[in-house]
């Protein structure tokens, strides 16, 4: 991880560079955000702390050239500075406020709306990258999660990466807390991972969240009636995205 002098130090870079009058700031756990301006366009400018899964983030960004998503107008790798969404309300209240299955067809909309990915898949990490996960956990003798369970959703997760069909680059962690609202241009994605896989797994994530709140998907009853949607708005495999969503809840337990 970054020095907070190194993390200064690269944000200042990134605000000379990229013309950026700051207003305000923040400091999260993965990151320093900048609010500003740039000319007359509200920004937000983000630096990553240290690689991971949202370092390629503004490469993600550009390949949906703003469809589905945020629009990104600068990056480099660890960082991006982009249009600020206005009010920026997540997707969570509204599943939160017991319109659950409002929130769900939103979530539908925005898959929709980032379905045609302007670049080539070369070069963006894969779900069987992702897969790795299992046996580096099984190899490091970790045991707070049942080996029986890993081993489980580990020959779940290779089967359904071997028999995957139209793969397509996903979000990777599509959910109610990365879905905000803008008042221009409505629901939108934020902080894509970037990862190719089938649509199907590109479900998971909404699947177990919003974490505050078990009772909208940890019944039987709840996650059915989200499948279905997602299964009639999307023309998925029902099926393979249940399987897809249990064994990636075992992969983001580990």
């Not at 944000?11 to 609010?35: A, G, K, Y």
């Not at 490469?59 to 990056?75: S, T």
């Not at 909309?109 to 897969?131: H, K, N, P, Y």
Request: charged share 25%.
């Amino acid at each position: 991880m970054m020095s907070v002098r190194q993390l200064q130090g690269r944000v200042n870079e990134r605000v000379r560079e990229w013309d950026v009058l700051v207003e305000d700031s923040l400091e999260t756990q993965s990151s320093f955000i900048v609010f500003g301006k740039r000319g007359n366009q509200p920004v937000v400018l983000k630096v990553l702390r240290q690689p991971g899964d949202e370092w390629r983030s503004g490469e993600v960004l550009d390949a949906f050239n703003g469809m589905g998503v945020v629009r990104v107008l600068e990056y480099v790798e660890g960082a991006v500075l982009l249009e600020r969404l206005s009010p920026g309300t997540s997707l969570l209240g509204l599943a939160l406020s017991g319109r659950d299955e409002e929130a769900t067809e939103i979530l539908i909309e925005v898959i929709q709306g980032m379905c045609c990915a302007s670049r080539t898949l070369e070069g963006f990490v894969t779900v069987e990258d992702w897969g790795k996960g299992f046996q580096r956990y099984l190899e490091s003798g970790d045991n707070q999660v049942p080996g029986s369970l890993v081993v489980q959703g580990q020959e779940l997760y290779l089967k359904l990466c071997a028999s995957q069909r139209r793969r397509r680059l996903l979000h990777g962690d599509l959910q109610h807390y990365n879905v905000v609202f803008d008042t221009y241009r409505g629901w939108l994605a934020i902080d894509p991972k970037g990862v190719v896989g089938e649509i199907e797994y590109e479900i998971g994530a909404s699947l177990r969240n919003p974490y505050e709140n078990p009772e909208l998907f940890a019944s039987p009853e709840a996650v059915e009636r989200r499948l279905k949607r997602f299964e009639a708005g999307l023309k998925l495999d029902c099926e393979r995205a249940l399987e897809w969503g249990f064994a990636q809840a075992v992969l983001s337990a580990i």
